[in-house]
Nanobody
Framework: QVQVVESGGGLVQPGGSLRLSCAAS????????MGWYRQAPGKERESVAN??????TKYADSVKGRFILSRDNAKTVYLHMSSLKPEDTAVYYC???????????????WGQGTLVTVSS
């Protein structure tokens, strides 16, 4: 079984910064990629940023130049958010595409989400 846990959300003023953390744990054989998604009230969940097993990163156009996704090791990633805007307010979810020990296929594992509110 594989689990993903996020932390680091909170209230921040426009223009401020925040760092989200995500750690995958459990019976993990391999992780193909990890990433962050977000869902604002009344909107669909959207991809924010992801990093592959070889370290390649991709960002949504809306966060390029403001957010940086980094990796501490194969199972821990961080989302460094700066120049935050009110429209960044959302629940942020971490996702890992992981192969559990004994499993045949990679599965998408989601965290419980962490709320980021950008407001003055």
């Amino acid at each position: 079984q594989v689990q993903v846990v996020e932390s680091g959300g909170g209230l921040v003023q426009p223009g401020g910064s925040l760092r989200l953390s995500c750690a995958a744990s459990g019976s993990i054989l391999s992780i193909n990629s990890m990433g962050w998604y977000r869902q604002a009230p009344g909107k669909e969940r959207e991809s924010v940023a992801n990093i592959s097993s070889v370290g390649s990163t991709k960002y949504a156009d809306s966060v390029k130049g403001r957010f940086i996704l980094s990796r501490d090791n194969a199972k821990t990633v961080y989302l460094h958010m700066s120049s935050l805007k009110p429209e960044d307010t959302a629940v942020y979810y971490c996702n890992a595409i992981a192969l559990a020990i004994g499993a045949r296929n990679y599965l998408a594992v989601w965290g419980q989400g962490t709320l980021v509110t950008v407001s003055s």
